[in-house]
């Protein structure tokens, strides 16, 4: 059985003029595209962003854990994988600004 979370950073308008970006809201789904369209819909409405409150969100970047789950002999036993996805309109310098800040 395989799960997906995903965390990450968008990117946003500040209230006080220029862009930042902020750590987002986590997001799971039971698959990719259900977490993406979870993320995406969330990326619109403004709920991405945990708490920092921007005028506008213009994407963000996130980081997704693929947990494959198996049972064996009774013993549950979780093998993760990481997949990196932009979401929004961003430029490959937004991109990278994006990539660079969770360094």
């Known amino acids: 059985m395989k799960n997906y979370v995903a965390k990450g950073l968008v990117l946003g308008k500040t209230w006080g ?3 930042g970006s902020y750590p987002s809201q986590k997001v799971i789904g039971k ?8 993320a995406k819909a969330d990326l619109k409405s403004g709920l991405l962003d945990s708490g920092m409150g921007f005028e506008f969100l213009k994407g963000a970047v996130l980081y997704i854990e693929e947990i494959e789950t198996i049972k064996y002999k009774g013993k549950e036993f979780k093998r993760s994988e990481y997949i990196t996805e932009f979401i ?3 430029s490959r310098k937004e991109k990278d600004f994006l990539l660079e800040c969770n360094y």
Request: charge should be neutral; aromatic fraction near 8%; charged fraction near 30%.
């Open 17 to 19: 003029g220029g862009f």
């Open 31 to 38: 698959t990719k595209v259900e977490l993406l369209a979870k």
């Open 88 to 90: 929004g309109d961003l």
